[in-house]
């Protein structure tokens, strides 16, 4: 399943923390540039050989200063060093993460940051990538900076304002009819075909995903959060945070993991459905308005059904009328965010009423606003 024929640039090889490309489900290791592991076809997880050392942060801004952690130095365009907020709701013992700051209003720019370095290293002419928008918003936005041409295949139903602007990144947009699944199997095709390399929810953008993670433990100035509410789409953030917390676990940065709660529209909510029957993930057709976690079958699924047990944590489906009661109680808290980006906010709502969990504290993440429903604060 991987594209041949790619060289390494040794001239820009970073100096970065030794690792292996390991199959989740079979193990094989695997050699760059796979993107899916070359017996089984399952998604590939980065496995870090410390050799005994440990990782630092280093000074100064962004993504930049987790190289340590990373399997690349970031390409970096500006991405991360986003705010916390507590919540003007005082009852809400909340703090949002909010990652519509990054250089295209969402968290994906974290993983692009990663996945561009990579491709820019491994001398790819070309990238290609399945989104719903804003993931192929964030790479064509990275490709154009870093001068790599760009291929997105976006799912029906993608929002026009995010086509446009993917456009306006220079990229050539395959629009493609059916949903996420459908785009992702074309791009992963056409990658093979034409030698491209492959951006998208594999194993280096849940790498660049981790990133909030650290950020936000950093933040944190008391103690871990007992629960951090996150939306999920492909659950790359979801099990790329647990993966990060993780590390900073091992390395003795934080003394408990917080329970991690992933949340889902009850029009597409496969992983719910799959931790409340206690079975593996199943394909569901994608009804939500939320187009940013519009994904039927969560590559990350998985992975992130076993960072829900592990961390006892809980998957919460939320309705679309849910959602944008979210999305408006955030704008009255002067968060703008989409419909995916406030879904968080929504499972948490639903937790605290359900649970009374407002009297431990908790940490949303707000990922995005991009459909333009909002003020915007990208320009
Ligand atoms: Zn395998």
Redesign the pocket.
Known sequence: MSAKGFSLNMRTISDHMDYILV??????ENADPAFR??????ILEVEFNYKGKKPKIKAGRGIKRYSDFLPAAPFSLGEGNTGIKKSTIKENNILFKVETGNPTGTFKDRGSAVEIAKAFELDAESVVCASTGNMGLSVAHYARKAGIKCTIFISGGANKNKIKKIMNEKASVKKVKGDFNTALRLAERFAVKNNAFVCGDYHYRKEGQKTVAFELIEQLTKHEPDRIFIPVGNATLFSGMYKGLNEFKMFGMIKRMPALIAVQSERCGPLVSAYADKKHITYVRPKTEADAIAVGYPTFGNEALEAIRKTKGDAIAVSEAEIKDAVVELEEQGIYAELGGGTGYAGFLKYAAENGGKKSSSVVVVTGNNEGIFKEKQA
């Open positions: 199959c989740t489900k079979c193990g094989r592991c070359s017996r089984c076809a399952s």
